[in-house]
T-cell receptor, first 115, second 112 residues
């Protein structure tokens, strides 16, 4: 199956700093990428949808200025958590769709800890 | 707004037993997905169900879709410990925006 690579898998950062998470589709062109957040023992919560070359569409309640999403190419989307605070600590997962498949392919996830 | 509910939320069962996880959704959709998640890991795709009446089986897991009832089931046959995980169903919206809406998840624990 198609591969989506997410990096880094774990990151610890200081409060007030910014963190960038990358999501790459390795063997297909992802027309749409999605960013999810998952709190412990809960389901995935969609944060935003991004299409290559256009602005991301954020879900209600997600701060655009805090979670910057860039989808610069058909194989790369990035999520930048700006001025991170401890409450931003979570598991972030990206997903990509495209390549003529109905499937959504998921990255490995990034465990963010803000101290 | 599309809502997806799973039940049960928690399931503890003995090895060798059979059980079914249910996934109900609120609006019309023709595509439903089942995923497995192990602790600390991302999602692993199990099944893609693309039409009414679709049934797919892989090992001890079998998934089915009834679009008229807006219901999918994930049936576990003769459970083994390796199946312990959290299982999510997810539904495609029919609005062409490719968003998946996830169910609440079912945490399955298989007891030896």
């Amino acid at each position: 199956g198609a591969v989506v690579s997410q990096h880094p898998s774990r990151v610890i950062c200081k409060s007030g700093t910014s963190v960038k998470i990358e999501c790459r589709s390795l063997d297909f062109q992802a027309t749409t990428m999605f960013w999810y957040r998952q709190f412990p023992k809960q389901s995935l919560m969609l944060m935003a949808t991004s299409n290559e070359g256009s602005k991301a569409t954020y879900e209600q309640g997600v701060e655009k200025d805090k979670f910057l999403i860039n989808h610069a190419s058909l194989t790369l989307s990035t999520l930048t958590v700006t001025s991170a605070h401890p409450e931003d600590s979570s598991f972030y997962i990206c997903s990509a769709r495209g390549g003529g498949s109905y499937q959504a392919f998921f990255g490995q996830g990034t465990r963010l800890t803000v101290v | 707004e599309l809502k997806v509910e799973q039940n049960p939320l928690f399931l503890s069962m003995q090895e060798g037993k059979n059980y079914t996880i249910y996934c109900n959704y609120s609006t019309t959709s023709d595509r439903l997905y089942w995923y497995r998640q192990d602790p600390g890991k991302s999602l692993e795709s199990l099944f893609v169900l693309l039409s009414n009446g679709a049934v797919k089986q892989e090992g001890r897991l079998m998934a089915s879709l009834d679009t008229k009832a807006r219901l999918s089931t994930l049936h576990i046959t003769a459970a083994v410990h390796d199946l312990s995980a959290t299982y999510f169903c997810a539904v495609d919206s029919n609005f062409g925006n490719e968003k998946l809406t996830f169910g609440t998840g079912t945490r399955l624990t298989i007891i030896p």
